[in-house]
């Protein structure tokens, strides 16, 4: 065996590079089953990120339903999800250029059934058969000047007059809307709503309503939910009961609607998540096999479970799968289709046969095929945050086997601050942290205060808590590595996207631990943030700040673009000019006033790109301009031809 090539972390030569993530690999949606047939949705980062409706046949053979140019995504609540379903070989999907919905037979060409030119937009559809329409979620944003009005409408799919077919209106009145569900025989409705200033994961309420003969709704009844209860995918049982995830006792947990006695039965109660944070439509983590059987995935202690729970006896058994991430469960035929994920191989839309155990894949995210010995495995690790509390993260040391460090050096450490804030980092593989590792930089993926998957308990430590707990736990994470002698204490810098570049501009402009740092389309002025941005998270602040105007003090004070005076490292920010949920305004206030400081800072603006990088040359860029710039402000040389960006202020 060769021996290692001595060289100073950072400068490791290593085979995963920007071009082999991005050429190799798609984005992987909603799966759904339709007979004998799986059908899943691919966003593909060298068709500019178009998402794909997919077919996997009986016969195996896999082809592309949606045509080019058309993209199956849709834009309510700007995050999407829930763009298509397939009924008995009908395809019905949202168009993310025009937003209009469409009918395809396979293989025949797609055809619009709603309006041309009415700014509405539609997600998270059932098919009515007997009444030959969709009833799903409708975003109408056709009265200026006001917030887009949401509803549940019932849409014709094979209409007479596409121009009036904008939709008959079914339940109104609440902010929000998802999962329309109808009973088995047609004859129930559910759903779910919340009103401002809740998130679906704060509040929601269950509805059920019966289906008169001319289609429209009786008397609703609330099934569950108020002002402290999240309720989460409701679905009706092949024998016509309702199911339904609620975090009533603080873990979102599984209950079925009692219609005599009107209460809600706990299935099986458990320190676990069955549900998840609703941040698009279409997300599922269970299903039936049969009136007996529910499929389903749970997190307990950062890992995911797949598991069958007889609705009779109420006995949960755990189904071995060779996955530590499973998410997105659509059971039928017999089979479950899932999204699973390991940390040692790209993640991948697996099926498992109900009557074997046997699991295959059907597609992986990527075409990599990486030596185990570039891969560095996640250490899960607790340690000890403000209060006495503790906090959670996944370590990844640096692996490369080709290279080792001088003796006594110790790596940088990046500290990844995950988006939402509520949401969650998992131990999946991930080719971009990999970037990182076997190029001899440290990386601690913090499920800081504020995320899921460990009780509501732990979600609610970041009310009225925002840029304080999440600063405070990846501050403390990092500091914690560096006590352990595993990183480089001098050398620790920190990333994130969206709401994880708020917490990455707030842990540099408030916390003397940081380095450097890279915010990818994130929040500096919290104010513009609360002023200018989409329906779905326009009151989000309420509940992580405060009410807006009356605590604008706690606005101002803590946003980063108000604390230049306290900043003191370098920053590099990326950003899409087409971002309606974090503008490019709020990146270029920020570049402005740091180059008026004379910090070192660097600005790439990728043109066509929304909320996140879908093109891969974006893709690209970003990770190299980002390792371009930690190769400057820390001085250790790259092993490949650099891609350099522009840095203002810099000197060495």
Known sequence: MTAPHIASYGSWRSPITSDLIVQGSVRLGDACIDGT?????????????????????????????????????????????????????VVYFSNFADQRLYRQPIDQEPQPITPEGMDLRFADAVLDHPRQQLICVREDHRADGHEPANTIVAIATQPQDVANNDGQVLVSGADFYAFPRLSPDGSQLCWLSWNHPNMPWDSTELWVAPIQPDGTLGAATKVAGGPEESVFQPEWSPDGRLYFVSDRTGWWNLYRWDTASGNAEPLCPKEAEFGLPLWVFGMATYGFADADTLICSYSENGLSHLAKLDTRSLELTNIPTPFSSVGGVRVGNGWVVFGGGSPDRPGAIARLNLATGTVEELRRSSSLDIDSGYISIPQPIEFPTENGLTAY?????????????????????????????????????????????????????????????????????????????????????????????????????IDGGSAGGYTTLAALAFRNVFKAGASHYGVSDLEALAR????????????????????????????????????????????????????????????????????????????????GFRKSENIKRALDGELYFYSQVFGFELAETPTTVAIANLTR
């Open 37 to 89: 047939d799986v059908y899943w949705s691919e966003g593909r980062p060298t068709e500019s990120g178009r998402s794909v409706v997919v077919q996997l046949s009986s016969n195996g053979q896999r082809t592309d339903v949606t045509p080019a140019p058309l993209n199956a995504r849709t834009r309510v609540h700007e995050y999407g999800g829930g763009a298509y379903t397939v009924v008995d070989g």
């Open 393 to 493: 993260g996944f370590f990844y040391p640096p692996k490369n086997q080709d290279f080792a460090a001088p003796e006594g050096e110790r790596p940088p450490l990046l500290v990844k601050s995950h988006g939402g804030p509520t949401a969650a980092t998992s131990a999946s593989f991930s080719p971009s942290i990999q970037y990182w590792t076997s190029r001899g930089i440290a990386v601690l993926d913090v499920n800081y205060g504020g995320s899921t998957g460990y009780g509501r308990a732990y979600r609610d430590r970041l009310k009225g808590n925002w840029g304080i707990v999440d600063v405070d736990d990846c501050a403390n994470g990092a500091k914690y590595l560096a006590e352990q002698g595993l990183v480089d204490g001098d050398r620790l810098c």
């Open 532 to 611: 200018d941005t989409h329906k779905f998270e326009s009151r989000y602040l309420d509940g992580l700040i405060g009410p807006y105007p009356e605590r604008l003090d706690l606005y101002k004070a803590r946003s980063p673009i108000y604390a230049i005076d306290k900043l003191s490292c370098p920053l590099i920010f990326f950003q899409g000019d087409e971002d309606k949920i974090v503008p490019p305004n709020q990146a270029e206030m920020m570049v402005n006033a740091l180059k008026e400081k004379g910090l070192p800072v660097a600005y790439v603006l990728f043109e066509g790109e929304q909320h």
